[in-house]
């Protein structure tokens, strides 16, 4: 499903992450050792790891154990009640910037769109379940056109964010 976003305000966002040295990291990075601070405690470590070895995950992990200084610069898709875009700098950076911290899909806003077809949107486009997807600021950058809508094909199972080359903008 094609979802459309304001690209102006996904820059901005983007802008913010880029300049934070204290992003945050969704589930995904959360549960990775690659984004564990190096000075964590050599028990807590061991702890997680062991959660690894025996279950996939280390399902205790916590914001305190990131390094926020490892999480790249990007963008949180979330689908929950709507669609949307969030930066990964902190929350109270974006506001202090006097930005919108959420950039609703148009087709999946609930300030916008009853709450039936908001719900079929998000269910074809997110999926049933609710989540947060990693977009890195370099794949989310390179299809913004200032002026111009941001448009996301996204399912349960697949991505595609715009492309475009120097001649041309990404297709509508």
Not at 72 to 82: E, S
Not at 87 to 103: F, L, Q, Y
Not at 129 to 148: M, Q, S, T
């Amino acid at each position: 499903m094609r979802l459309t976003f304001d690209s102006d305000h996904l820059e901005r966002l983007l802008d913010l992450s880029e300049a934070s040295g204290n992003r945050r990291a969704n589930l995904e990075q959360l549960v990775d050792p690659a984004f564990w601070r190096e000075d964590l405690d050599p028990a807590r470590r061991t702890l997680l790891e062991e959660e690894i070895r025996l279950h996939g995950l280390a399902f205790s992990a916590m914001n305190t154990d990131i390094d926020p200084g490892k999480v790249p610069a990007g963008l949180h898709l979330v689908g929950d009640h709507g669609v949307y875009i969030m930066s990964n700098a902190p929350i109270e950076d974006v506001r202090a910037a006097g930005v919108d911290h959420v950039a609703y899909a148009a087709e999946a806003n609930p300030a916008k769109v009853p709450f039936d077809d908001l719900w079929e949107i998000k269910r074809a486009s997110f999926g049933g379940d609710d989540g947060v997807e990693f977009l890195g600021a370099e794949d989310v950058r390179a299809g913004i056109v200032p002026g111009h809508p941001y448009v996301i094909d996204l399912s349960p199972t697949t991505i595609a964010l715009p492309a475009r080359t120097q001649d041309a903008d990404p297709a509508p």
